[in-house]
């Protein structure tokens, strides 16, 4: 039988505020167990939750930027449930009436554009975290993130493979860091993701029964394990067993998924409005405001490197993939340069050496106007590519500049049709027989006399004019 996958996604973005989202407590990472955690954190009797303003501002400027209804009158609720790591019994969180109500994420795969619909944004706090590795036979509870700010973002189930999720999640970590809402830090949590996948007979019209895998904090564990999880819901399924609703982890290291805890539905929560919180209003010209703040965006972004520089949508694709690197790639392509050499060389040199040293284009040591420099010594013809891969080397160990580089090794490319004409000659002179072969139709012998020129050049011949010379002196 052929089945479908059926996946929807809910994300966790911790929001950029300095403060909780209702109380003034630290949100900053990295502080000693319980450091951050205050009165109304760890529900002291007589507290009362303030909501925090600039968490509301973020939601707005979410809601604008995926094309989605700001609710201007929206309640905080209370979501009861009995944990550890929540002191008060109850999180506060939005239900039946939500800031944000739905909007649109763009995906593109495998070169195919896709809309993923979104259902709804909601605010809400995060919870403590329980802390299992260093006490034996015992659990410590950690209560710094305790009223953490949290936009929760749930999509429709429209994505039909893991890679469509992962795409859909990139572009949504992308979209949070450009509106500048929440800083994407996977590993420091403040940007998780929970699965839901089911599948269901190719052609189907029903849902199958869904499972959720609760907090996946890279892509490709998002990917990895909604991959295992399809696998053993059809094996299930073939075998003639049934899918049960429930909660799964999972397990990195061994690469599959397994059960936490049965599904539970809204009613179990027993959500109600919270009672201490008046419901939010938000005026429509708070809004307008908002909106008019908002900066330019991935998807116009895209458009305008597509239309203005000519590039190809997945050059435009990845050099948007963070606000930080389009500025970087803009940065160099605004000295006049050719914008395809120059997208060449962010994705190339810059992303490999970056990946490699697992740096943040912040870090890095080549600067924009650097490169620009060592770019415009290539296209005016001074050192051809190859011979640039080395000065950029010497660039990112910190040598000087490429004109300087260039001097003080000696790399000016050689362009002096004289000097080429007689290398030439000799190259011609000393390989008789490989002459006539490739004048009696072995064309790709023509690589072996480039490689020549090149090693008697020390690699400093110029490419193209070389090649012309060799064209002219082999059909003679």
Same mark, same amino acid.
């Given at each position: 039988m052929q089945w479908e996958v059926v996946i929807g996604l809910e994300v966790h973005a911790q929001l950029s505020t300095e403060s909780k989202i209702f109380s003034g407590a630290s949100t900053a990472f990295g502080a000693a167990p319980n450091a951050q955690a205050c009165a109304v954190d760890i529900a002291l009797p007589g507290v009362l939750p303030v909501l925090n303003r600039g968490a509301v501002e973020r939601a707005i400027r979410f809601g604008l930027a995926v094309g989605a209804e700001?609710?201007?009158r929206s309640v905080f609720s209370r979501k009861n449930y009995f944990y550890p790591d929540l002191p008060k019994g109850y999180q506060i969180s939005q239900f039946d009436l939500p800031v944000v109500l739905g909007g649109e994420i763009a995906i593109l795969v495998d070169g195919a554009e896709k809309t993923v619909k979104l259902t709804r944004a909601h605010l809400e706090e995060d919870a403590g975290k329980s802390l299992h590795e260093d006490f034996h036979g015992m659990t410590g509870i950690d209560l710094n993130r305790?009223?953490? $700010?949290?936009?929760?973002i749930v999509s429709e189930p429209d994505m039909r493979s893991s890679k469509e999720a992962v795409a859909y999640a990139k572009e949504?970590?992308?979209?949070?860091?450009?509106?500048?809402?929440?800083? +994407?830090?996977?590993?420091? +949590?403040?940007?998780?993701?929970?699965?839901?996948?089911?599948?269901? $007979?190719?052609?189907?019209?029903?849902?199958?029964?869904?499972?959720?895998?609760?907090?996946?904090?890279?892509?490709?564990?998002?990917?990895?394990? /909604?991959?295992? @999880?399809?696998?053993?819901?059809?094996?299930?399924?073939?075998?003639?067993?049934?899918?049960?609703?429930?909660?799964?982890?999972?397990?990195?290291? *061994?690469?599959?998924?397994?059960?936490?805890?049965?599904?539970?539905?809204?009613?179990?929560?027993?959500?109600f409005p919270d009672p201490d919180l008046l419901p939010l209003e938000i005026a429509q010209e708070w809004i307008e405001k908002v909106r008019g703040s908002l900066p330019e965006l991935p998807a116009a972004k895209r458009s305008r490197y597509v239309s203005d520089f000519g590039l190809s949508q997945y050059d435009a694709g990845v050099l948007t993939s963070s606000k930080e690197l389009a500025a970087y790639f803009e940065d160099v392509a605004k000295a006049g340069l050719d914008p395809k050499l120059c997208a060449n060389w962010v994705m190339g040199e810059i992303n490999g050496w970056l990946n490699k040293e697992a740096l943040e284009i912040g870090q890095c040591p080549i600067s924009s106007r650097s490169l620009a420099g060592l770019l415009n010594r290539i296209q005016d013809g001074t050192i051809s590519g190859k011979?640039? *891969?080395?000065?950029?080397?010497?660039?990112?160990?910190? @040598? +000087?500049?490429?004109?300087? /580089?260039? @001097?003080?090794? +000696?790399? *000016?490319q050689i362009s002096d049709s004289g000097a080429l004409e *007689?290398?030439?000659?000799?190259?011609i002179a000393n390989n008789p027989s490989q002459v006539a072969d490739y004048r009696a139709g072995r064309d790709k012998l023509f690589a072996f006399f480039v490689g020549q020129a090149m090693k008697a050049t020390k690699g400093q011949a110029n490419p193209a004019q070389l090649s012309e010379i060799l064209k002219k002196k082999l059909s003679a």
């Amino acid at each position: 039988m052929q089945w479908e996958v059926v996946i929807g996604l809910e994300v966790h973005a911790q929001l950029s505020t300095e403060s909780k989202i209702f109380s003034g407590a630290s949100t900053a990472f990295g502080a000693a167990p319980n450091a951050q955690a205050c009165a109304v954190d760890i529900a002291l009797p007589g507290v009362l939750p303030v909501l925090n303003r600039g968490a509301v501002e973020r939601a707005i400027r979410f809601g604008l930027a995926v094309g989605a209804e700001v609710r201007h009158r929206s309640v905080f609720s209370r979501k009861n449930y009995f944990y550890p790591d929540l002191p008060k019994g109850y999180q506060i969180s939005q239900f039946d009436l939500p800031v944000v109500l739905g909007g649109e994420i763009a995906i593109l795969v495998d070169g195919a554009e896709k809309t993923v619909k979104l259902t709804r944004a909601h605010l809400e706090e995060d919870a403590g975290k329980s802390l299992h590795e260093d006490f034996h036979g015992m659990t410590g509870i950690d209560l710094n993130r305790a009223g953490t $700010p949290l936009l929760e973002i749930v999509s429709e189930p429209d994505m039909r493979s893991s890679k469509e999720a992962v795409a859909y999640a990139k572009e949504l970590h992308s979209l949070v860091r450009y509106l500048d809402i929440c800083d +994407g830090n996977m590993q420091e +949590g403040s940007f998780r993701c929970d699965a839901n996948v089911s599948v269901r $007979p190719m052609g189907s019209e029903k849902y199958g029964t869904r499972c959720e895998i609760k907090n996946l904090n890279s892509f490709r564990f998002l990917e990895r394990a /909604i991959e295992y @999880e399809v696998s053993r819901q059809i094996d299930i399924i073939e075998s003639g067993g049934v899918i049960h609703q429930e909660t799964r982890l999972y397990d990195s290291v *061994k690469d599959e998924t397994r059960s936490m805890r049965s599904k539970e539905e809204a009613h179990d929560y027993r959500y109600f409005p919270d009672p201490d919180l008046l419901p939010l209003e938000i005026a429509q010209e708070w809004i307008e405001k908002v909106r008019g703040s908002l900066p330019e965006l991935p998807a116009a972004k895209r458009s305008r490197y597509v239309s203005d520089f000519g590039l190809s949508q997945y050059d435009a694709g990845v050099l948007t993939s963070s606000k930080e690197l389009a500025a970087y790639f803009e940065d160099v392509a605004k000295a006049g340069l050719d914008p395809k050499l120059c997208a060449n060389w962010v994705m190339g040199e810059i992303n490999g050496w970056l990946n490699k040293e697992a740096l943040e284009i912040g870090q890095c040591p080549i600067s924009s106007r650097s490169l620009a420099g060592l770019l415009n010594r290539i296209q005016d013809g001074t050192i051809s590519g190859k011979i640039a *891969k080395e000065v950029f080397e010497a660039m990112w160990k910190g @040598e +000087g500049e490429a004109d300087s /580089i260039i @001097e003080a090794k +000696g790399l *000016k490319q050689i362009s002096d049709s004289g000097a080429l004409e *007689k290398i030439v000659d000799e190259i011609i002179a000393n390989n008789p027989s490989q002459v006539a072969d490739y004048r009696a139709g072995r064309d790709k012998l023509f690589a072996f006399f480039v490689g020549q020129a090149m090693k008697a050049t020390k690699g400093q011949a110029n490419p193209a004019q070389l090649s012309e010379i060799l064209k002219k002196k082999l059909s003679a």
